[in-house]
């Protein structure tokens, strides 16, 4: 058997001619590394966060119904869903009359804004819920230490405070220790009556449920003067009839709001809505980063096209010998495709590593599917621009090449 038809030598002569090449090898490999470390980068941050608020999404229960300010409107070419926020905000009695509804077994209002939670001198910033004594029910939380605030509180406006484990923690020496300390909220003191269970998740820029702080709506004139909530979250009865209650609820707020002024959406249209929106983030995000691969395939080429002029008579001794055209151009494709997969593997690695920094400030997640994507890409990058240089290797002929160098 011709030992040029072996696969094995073949990639066994490949990886010996990049060797002797190291920096050129390298420096053709950048554009490649690039590209694939920023596509897998984009594809991770994107797939974590869009993981980490199904999460939360989830976790709050099939038979949880949101309304919003403003339509939900439909489009894009995807047919993607957003919600189009005015700069309306809903009423006390709007939840008055849908706490009337007996489809619903819960309905919170909820103001939040990013203040300074201060304590015996130490000054966070923590984002701020304003709501009812219902919020723990229809968000799952647990206390940990101490007490919720119940209705009685809410209704009797005492300046009451539950904080998540994460301030408890910092502004304190313990989350124990934070119970019945006061902490200074806005310009307000609010007594800490609970610290709620830890429930981990978010990280950095994406804050928990642990990096909350609570307090009722009637005790937030200061902080909520207009008294007006940017969001209702309401828990269905029965989840079965979850379509059902929304057109209760809508029935409700189509006698005071028109069809424009806001949004009823469920757990399922909530999820597919952040889903589509994500995926066409993704998409734009990989095709700019996308731009790097040619760039690298544009380097292979060209330097592929030195290679087959450099190694003119080594291609005409292997002809010579008994190569064949079919063997120079599967040798060249093959230096081409390793020379790419190499700068894929590299690339990987790199992502990998910025993966598990981002991770301390971002939810960041490599999956499976994204190394195939990312080996498999590279590997075709290096076919695809690997092929002219390679048809021209094979054309000579052994006296051509010999005469010619």
Not at 135 to 160: A, P, Q
Not at 283 to 301: D, F
Request: glycine content about 8%.
């Amino acid at each position: 058997m011709n030992k040029f038809k072996t696969l094995s030598t073949i990639i066994k002569n490949s990886v010996a001619d990049l060797i002797r090449n190291k920096l050129r090898s390298f420096l053709t490999m950048l554009g490649i590394i690039i590209g694939i470390a920023s596509v897998i980068l984009l594809i991770s941050l994107g797939l974590g966060l869009k993981m980490y608020i199904q999460e939360q999404f989830e976790s709050l229960g099939s038979n949880l119904v949101m309304i919003m300010p403003g339509k939900m409107m439909s489009g894009g070419g995807a047919g993607y869903q957003t919600a189009m926020m005015s700069g309306f905000k809903f009423e006390e009695k709007d939840i008055l009359s849908l706490q009337k509804l007996d489809s619903l077994s819960a309905v919170v209002p909820v103001f939040s804004r990013v203040l300074d939670i201060a304590s015996d001198g130490d000054n966070k910033i923590y984002e701020t819920i304003i709501s009812n004594e219902e919020i723990f029910d229809i968000m799952n939380m647990e206390i940990g230490y101490g007490r919720l605030f119940r209705k009685n509180d809410v209704i009797k406006r005492k300046k009451f405070a539950v904080l998540g484990f994460g301030p408890a923690e910092k502004l304190f020496s313990s989350p124990e220790a934070a119970l019945n300390k006061n902490v200074k909220i806005g310009d307000q003191a609010y007594k800490v009556i609970g610290v709620l269970e830890k429930k981990g998740g978010g990280g950095g820029a994406i804050p928990s449920i642990d990096d909350h702080v609570f307090i009722p709506h009637t005790s937030a004139i200061s902080i909520n003067p207009g008294k007006k909530f940017m969001a209702i979250y309401a828990k269905a009865e029965n989840e079965i009839d979850i379509e059902e209650t929304k057109k209760d609820i809508e029935e409700v707020m189509l006698k005071k709001y028109s069809e424009d002024d806001f949004s009823v959406s469920d757990q399922k249209e909530l999820l597919s809505s952040i889903n589509s929106i994500f995926d066409i983030i993704s998409l734009v995000l990989t095709g700019i980063a996308a731009i790097s691969l040619v760039v690298g395939g544009i380097g292979i080429l060209n330097i592929m096209y030195v290679s087959v002029v450099e190694r003119t008579k080594e291609i005409g001794i292997r002809r010579a010998y008994g190569a064949t055209r079919r063997d120079i151009l599967v040798l060249f494709l093959t230096e081409s495709a390793l020379l790419s997969v190499a700068g894929g593997f590299i690339g990987l690695v790199i992502a990998q590593l910025g993966v598990l920094a981002i991770r301390q400030f971002f939810p960041a997640y490599i999956d499976l599917n994204s190394i195939i994507l990312a080996l498999t890409v590279s590997w075709s990058v290096g076919l695809i621009f690997g092929v002219l240089p390679a048809i021209q290797a094979s054309k000579l002929t052994p006296i051509e090449a010999i005469r010619r160098d």
